[in-house]
């Protein structure tokens, strides 16, 4: 069975950083590209970052590229987004995902 779990969300300031990690077990790892999504409050559930099998291609949605990155690191079964220089608008619930499967998902705050 296959999960995923979310960590590293939380209130931060504009301009601030988070560091994402998402803690995947029950799968071989390196078999799947992954990805980040988010859904704000009365908004859809949008891609924000993907990443290839081998970790050697990504994409960043336009809104978050230049500030995201997506990486991954096989030995821990873990992926990751380093968030910077966040926006009042990059508040949402940030969710991994492997295929049909969702993580719970962790909270995202950036306010002042």
């Known amino acids: 069975q296959v999960q995923l779990v979310e960590s590293g969300g939380g209130l931060v300031q504009p301009g601030g950083s988070l560091r994402l990690s998402c803690a995947a077990s029950?799968?071989?790892?390196?078999?799947?590209?992954m990805s980040w999504y988010r859904q704000a409050p009365g908004k859809e559930r949008e891609l924000v970052a993907a990443?290839?099998?081998?970790?050697?291609?990504?994409f960043h949605a336009a809104s978050v590229k230049g500030r995201f990155t997506i990486s991954r690191a096989h030995a821990k079964n873990t992926l990751f987004l380093q968030m910077n220089r966040l926006k009042v608008e990059d508040t949402a619930v940030y969710y991994c995902?492997?295929?049909?499967?969702w993580g719970q998902g962790t909270q995202v705050t950036v306010s002042s």
């Open positions: 990443v290839s099998r081998d970790g050697g291609t990504t």
């Open positions: 995902n492997l295929g049909s499967t």
């Open positions: 029950g799968v071989t790892f390196r078999s799947y590209g």
